[in-house]
Nanobody, 129 residues
Framework: QVQLVESGGGSVQAGGSLKLSCTAS????????MGWFRQAPGKEREGVAS??????????RYADSVKGRFTISQDTVNQILYLQMNSLKPEDSAMYSC????????????????????WGQGTQVTVSS
């Protein structure tokens, strides 16, 4: 069972930055689609960004709402997935979770939560205006 633990959430003013981390362990396969999702109260879970672990090109994807502001990356040695969030807006406030799906990322399916078998517990991000 892959284990994912997020950290780095917190409260920040609009325009500020946060960097989320997701430490993974117990990988059973080399190839995973790694994703960041968020869910605000009363809203559906939204795919934020994904990265294909095991693909040298990364196959990185972003939701339109975060393009140019968020950056997903990974430290393959220490098995950490990052989400650098800049120019934060109040509408970015949500519980952020990382997820892992066996077999890599394919096309637009990266943003579908059911593609991912393993989830972390989440870390809260609050952006005040």
């Amino acid at each position: 069972q892959v284990q994912l633990v997020e950290s780095g959430g917190g409260s920040v003013q609009a325009g500020g930055s946060l960097k989320l981390s997701c430490t993974a362990s117990r990988y059973k396969s080399y190839r995973y689609c790694m994703g960041w999702f968020r869910q605000a109260p009363g809203k559906e879970r939204e795919g934020v960004a994904s990265l294909d672990r095991g693909d040298s090109n990364g196959s990185i994807r972003y939701a339109d709402s975060v393009k140019g502001r968020f950056t997903i990356s990974q430290d393959t040695v220490n098995q950490i997935l990052y989400l650098q969030m800049n120019s934060l807006k109040p509408e970015d406030s949500a519980m952020y979770s990382c997820a892992a799906g066996v077999g890599g990322c394919y096309g637009s399916t990266w943003s579908i939560a059911s593609v991912y078998e393993h989830w972390g517990q989440g870390t809260q991000v609050t952006v005040s205006s």
